[in-house]
């Protein structure tokens, strides 16, 4: 059924939900942007968990930014009734369900028994959802399934890039941790060497990021950066300890929104699979993420300045949690790296 929930004047109120992972919501966030284009005149509120919601602190694009911890383990049943007394209580005429995993499904289901919401929007052909994509392969990048399910209902997707609100604050703090570092505008490079806990085997190593930060010294960098959050000191630290004082650890003195504003003015990134890799992809900054057990059409940041570098295994994509080998990023080299990085014009050879 093709309809044009753009052009419903009886469409008042939009509900989105976005709750997780961080990656995901930080993609979400281009259709975020495509959402309110769609309907610029019409009240959306934002749904995430209490974690994400200061990435939104100042954003315009919505009337009401709100957030239930919905995976609260301790009282599960009161985070539901909580989610669902505000939804109740919202008024909404359509739900954007950019979740759409068993949890949101079973809620959007009781909201809408409860407040005949008319319509909802969903990435899978389940109900409740009454606006779906087509069927994808598995495979596909969750954003082909959030932009189609939006086509399906009429809203244009065309924001090429994650789209962030970076408060003033942010880009001073920023500011300010460039000068006190001197790390000059297209002179430095950033590295991101963490990842969340729990996926280790996407960690490429501190002793190869070590050796690729001493290469890209060599190439003419004056200055390399280390970016990361509390779970990731230790991996930072393990770098630092095996380079200079050109190496700037970086890792535990920023906010989530100071590392656009750092990624805008270096000269290249090099990511594993994380969450900050798309935070980074705000940016039009070149960045190259390295993927071993994770699959690059599906994780790869948005933009085309994000490319993904892989070793060619039979076992690659293997989301496993632990491997006695770890081959896929062991045979991605630290020289491997950097051919790659020359042969997208981001390094001059010397002597040219």
């Not at 995430?48 to 009337?63: G, I, K, N, S």
């Not at 939804?87 to 409860?114: C, E, F, K, M, P």
């Amino acid at each position: 059924m093709a309809v044009d929930l753009p052009a419903d004047p009886a469409i008042r109120r939009i509900l989105v939900l976005k709750w997780s992972a961080m990656g995901d919501v930080i993609i979400a966030s281009a259709l975020f942007e495509d959402i309110r284009r769609a309907f610029p005149d019409r009240e959306i509120h934002l749904n995430t968990l209490p974690v994400w919601q200061p990435l939104f602190c100042d954003d315009a694009r919505f009337d009401r930014v709100w957030a239930v911890d919905i995976r609260n383990r301790r009282h599960p049943l009161r985070a539901a009734g909580r989610w669902l007394w505000t939804v109740w209580r919202g008024h909404y005429d359509l739900i954007i369900d950019l979740q759409s995993n068993d949890r949101s499904r079973a809620l959007v289901t009781l909201a809408t028994w409860l407040g005949r919401v008319r319509w909802r929007i969903g990435n899978n052909r389940h109900f409740p959802y009454n606006i779906q994509p087509p069927p994808f392969p598995h495979d596909t990048h969750i954003l082909m399934r959030m932009r189609a399910a939006l086509n399906a209902a009429g809203i244009a997707t065309a924001t090429a890039r994650p789209a962030l609100t970076i408060p003033v604050r942010n880009r001073e703090r920023a500011a300010a941790l460039l000068r006190q570092h001197g790390l000059q505008t297209g002179c430095y490079a950033l590295l991101f060497p963490g990842c969340n806990p729990a996926g280790q085997l996407k960690r490429w190593g501190a002793a190869r990021y070590a050796e690729l930060a001493w290469r890209l010294r060599a190439a003419g960098i004056a200055r390399i950066g280390l970016i990361g959050g509390a779970d990731e000191r230790e991996e930072c630290a393990r770098i630092a300890a095996q380079c200079g004082d050109w190496l700037v650890n970086l890792c535990g003195q920023t906010e989530i929104l100071d590392i656009p504003p750092l990624c805008e003015r270096a000269r290249l990134l090099v990511a594993n699979d994380t969450g900050t890799a798309h935070l980074a992809a705000v940016t039009s900054t070149p960045m190259t993420v390295l993927c071993g057990p994770t699959d690059p059409r599906r994780v790869k940041p948005l933009g085309d300045n994000v490319d993904t570098l892989q070793a060619e295994l039979p076992c690659v994509n293997c989301y496993r949690k632990q491997c006695l080998h770890h081959s896929c990023m062991a045979l991605l080299s630290p020289e491997r790296v950097m051919q790659h990085l020359y042969r997208r014009g981001l390094l001059q050879e010397r002597g040219r």
